[in-house]
Structures are given as structure tokens and as C-alpha cells.
């Protein structure tokens, strides 16, 4: 699969993903793969909710959680009162981006 099909694509020293959150969830999680108009997406669930920003931070900490990094370098920065939102990750680009392709690996089978 090429990288344009990736729900992700490098910056300089960051990445950006695409992720699909459900609020009100019974659990926060990483729960797949989907397809969305903007293309596909990491499936979430977060139990918070929608309002003043909760489930936003519901998903900096998960998907912070998800690749092992610290909460303080994932920020929503597209799609705040979205269900798609694009989330930057700061870091070594070239090692978020093995990250990424390890746990896309890992949904793709599922």
C-alpha cells in the first residue's frame, strides 16, 4: 500500500494522522481502520464527551498512548468539533513513521 493510501503523511520533524473518533464510548481505544471522505483513517472510541475539548484530549492521550510517546507531543490540530480530526505528532519523523507502519500492519490484519 502506498503512503497516500496512509492515514498519515511525514512533515519535518512531526507526522499528521488522520483519525475517526466515536465519543461516549464504553472505552477508550484504537479500534481500526476507516474510510472516510478526506480518506482512510485510524478508527477511535473515546469515553469522553463531545464538549469544552474533553474528547479532544481523550484522543491526544490515547493515540499518545497508541505510539508510545509523550501526550505533550500529540495536539488536534484540524477538526476540532469534527468526528475526523487531524492530530500532529512531533518527533523524529522517520521513527514515528516505522511506528505508524507497524501498528497500520497490526489494524490491516484485524
Do not use: F, Y
Not at 24 to 51: M, N, Q, Y
Request: charged share 30%.
Amino acid at each position: 500500500m502506498t503512503e497516500a493510501a496512509r492515514p498519515w503523511r511525514t512533515l519535518d520533524r512531526a507526522v499528521e494522522l488522520r483519525v475517526r473518533v466515536t465519543p461516549k464510548a464504553s472505552r477508550d481505544e484504537v479500534c481500526g481502520l476507516e474510510e472516510t471522505a478526506d480518506g482512510p483513517a485510524i478508527k477511535t472510541r473515546v469515553r469522553a464527551l463531545p464538549a469544552d475539548g474533553a474528547a479532544n484530549a481523550a484522543i491526544e492521550k490515547l493515540i499518545a498512548g497508541w505510539l508510545g510517546v509523550p501526550k505533550s507531543s500529540v495536539t488536534v490540530s484540524r477538526g476540532m468539533k469534527s468526528r475526523v480530526k487531524i492530530l500532529v505528532i512531533d518527533g523524529n519523523a522517520a521513527q514515528l513513521k516505522v511506528r505508524l507502519d507497524n501498528l497500520w500492519q497490526h489494524l490491516a490484519e484485524q
